[in-house]
């Protein structure tokens, strides 16, 4: 809900955008709605599975099943906005810096961590 709220009033050029730990998606749908490009992941294939059934119909969405610390290398200096909602406080607390460090990773020169 805060972000369905808060995204209107943010008013985001079209931006490339990296959800982590998308689960069935919501998220990333409201940023696809919105017309940016979306990069939506989670480890879990019954997530993506879920998620694929959902919005699957966003052609500005990509679904990858995969470890988020397993990206592909080309995902480096790709994304404006990495959107964190829960990836954080669900991992590990001894991978959190290395989590810190992916999204410096990840993120453009000047992008933001959301």
Same mark, same amino acid.
């Given at each position: 809900?805060?972000?369905?709220?808060?995204?209107?009033?943010?008013?985001?050029?079209?931006?490339?955008?990296?959800?982590?730990?998308?689960?069935?998606?919501?998220?990333?749908?409201?940023?696809?709605?919105?017309?940016?490009?979306?990069? #939506?992941?989670?480890?879990?294939?019954? #997530?993506?599975?879920?998620?694929?059934?959902?919005?699957?119909? $966003?052609?500005?969405?990509?679904?990858?099943?995969?470890?988020? $610390?397993?990206?592909?290398?080309?995902?480096?200096?790709? $994304?404006?906005?990495?959107?964190?909602?829960?990836? $954080?406080?669900?991992?590990?607390?001894?991978?959190?810096?290395?989590?810190?460090?992916?999204?410096?990773?990840?993120?453009?020169?000047?992008?933001?961590?959301?």
């Amino acid at each position: 809900p805060a972000l369905v709220d808060m995204l209107p009033r943010l008013k985001l050029s079209r931006s490339r955008i990296l959800v982590l730990g998308c689960g069935e998606g919501h998220d990333a749908a409201h940023f696809a709605k919105d017309g940016h490009i979306v990069t #939506a992941v989670d480890f879990s294939s019954e #997530a993506i599975t879920r998620a694929k059934k959902l919005y699957g119909h $966003f052609d500005n969405i990509q679904w990858l099943e995969s470890d988020l $610390f397993k990206l592909p290398q080309n995902f480096e200096n790709s $994304f404006d906005i990495i959107f964190e909602h829960t990836c $954080f406080c669900a991992i590990n607390p001894t991978r959190r810096s290395d989590l810190t460090k992916l999204w410096k990773k990840l993120l453009v020169k000047g992008g933001h961590l959301m």
